[in-house]
């Protein structure tokens, strides 16, 4: 993919020990003496980070991460944010507080993540852990267009990020977008079909509002899976009116001074919505195109999931925000280097590690007569690493 062009041995042997065995900085030393590689010090390792920040590689990555996929014709992007957390008490000006995904308090930082549709990262941005996620979409797709000089971007993004003011600035800057819509009753257009006839599986309305499209797609398996959390929600709260569980969050209790009780006209709402899904966007495609679309942002949690699962983005002990960002910058170059041999091989990265850990080489000494024993490959790893590209 290029990324030698950086001339870095320090920065790719420290992308090479995140994926092989992600653990801190310094204990990927250790890793990498493992892997026969005792040149990088701790000195040369604290100067690498430096010089990360100092050549900005993130962004000669980003570059070469946009040539691979613009081969392959890049025609939409994806988007979507989590947040990375730190093992501190205390915020600074960087690390604050705000709302986790995982109910997690301690201080964080919010992670912006760029993907094509196959989950190839394309750009990183990180805010402060206190930024609402709706405020960081447009700076992203800003520094992309700008970066690549591209007239038009597509953004596939879901309903967290939608605001009338993001769609507003997304239409204003030529963006084209497909967005996921949150549903709090039921759409006109459908609640009039039904007084006439029943939902039918994939049925689909595509409806107009100001300069929107709005489709909605009802489907059969997604309504019995609302099905079954409503009534799962309904089981839990019965309980916890009666008395029989701890008060917890339910969306289907009321509560006042005196006592709690069943929200029905929720429940009632709730049922009249299932199986439905709205998506909105100003794009001039067919319905079905446009939901598929949609339907990519799995890979950007597939590469979150990557990130902070195989490659341990987090908790991340570093305190000064330069060496955050090299931090960051590493993960994403080891997740581009990820995906790139989990598409050529069709197998995880985590089983390629797996796979090809206990091949090693040895050198053994007899009589101080050192004898170089060459590792033996088995046909299938053989072929394996054969769907690589050369030099492997």
């Known amino acids: ?46 100067r690498c980070l430096q010089k990360v920040i100092k050549k900005d590689y ?11 996929v613009t081969s392959q014709n890049l025609n939409l992007v994806l988007y979507d944010v989590t947040t990375l957390y730190f093992e ?15 109910r997690r308090l301690e201080p964080q930082i919010i992670i912006g993540l760029l993907v094509d549709r196959s989950g190839f990262p394309l750009g990183l941005q990180s805010f402060e852990g206190n930024t609402a996620e709706t405020k960081t979409i447009i700076p992203v797709l800003e520094q992309f267009q700008k970066e690549h000089h591209l007239e038009k971007v597509t953004v596939v993004t879901d309903a967290a990020m939608l605001s009338q003011t993001n769609m507003e600035a997304i239409a204003a800057n030529s963006y084209n977008f497909v967005v996921g819509s949150r549903l709090t009753k039921i759409p006109y257009e459908i609640a009039q079909y039904q007084k006439l006839e029943s939902l039918v599986d994939n049925q689909i309305f595509d409806t107009k509002k100001g300069n929107y499209r709005i489709i909605y797609q ?46 029905q006209s929720l429940i009632d709402k709730a049922y009249t919505l299932v199986g ?55 993960v994403f170059t080891s997740l581009a280097i990820s995906r790139q041999i989990k598409k050529l091989t069709e197998v995880s990265i985590k089983r390629i590690v797996n796979l090809l850990r206990p091949i090693r080489s040895s050198t053994i000494v007899i009589n101080e007569t050192e004898y170089q024993a060459e590792p033996e490959i088995p046909k299938d790893i053989h072929n394996l690493l054969q769907k690589l590209e050369s030099g492997h």
């Not at 420290?14 to 310094?26: D, F, M, Q």
């Not at 600074?92 to 986790?100: A, H, N, Q, T, V």
């Not at 990130?307 to 983005?313: E, F, G, P, T, V």
């Open 218 to 263: 009802y489907r059969e398996k997604r309504a019995r899976l609302d099905i079954k959390n409503i009534e799962t929600q309904i089981v839990k709260a019965k309980k916890m009116v009666n008395g029989f569980s701890p008060l917890k969050r339910n969306r289907f209790i009321s509560l006042t001074s005196e006592r709690k009780t069943l929200n």
């Open 58 to 68: 993130r962004k000669i990555i980003s570059q070469l991460c946009f040539d691979h």
């Open 88 to 102: 501190v008490q205390e915020e600074d000006l960087y690390r604050k507080s705000g709302s986790s995904k995982e």
């Open 1 to 46: 993919m290029g990324f030698s062009c950086l001339k870095d041995p320090d920065f790719a042997n420290l992308c090479i020990a995140r994926i092989v065995e992600p653990t801190s900085k310094l204990d990927s030393l250790q890793v990498l003496s493992d892997l026969g590689i005792n040149d990088l010090s701790k000195d040369r390792l604290y």
């Open 276 to 330: 439905i899904k709205g998506y909105i966007s100003n794009l001039n495609l067919p319905p079905q195109e446009i939901i598929n679309a949609y339907h990519q942002l799995f890979e950007v949690e597939t590469s979150f999931r990557m990130a902070k699962s195989d490659l341990k983005a987090r908790p991340i002990f570093l305190h000064k925000r330069d060496a955050i960002e090299a931090h960051l910058t590493i």
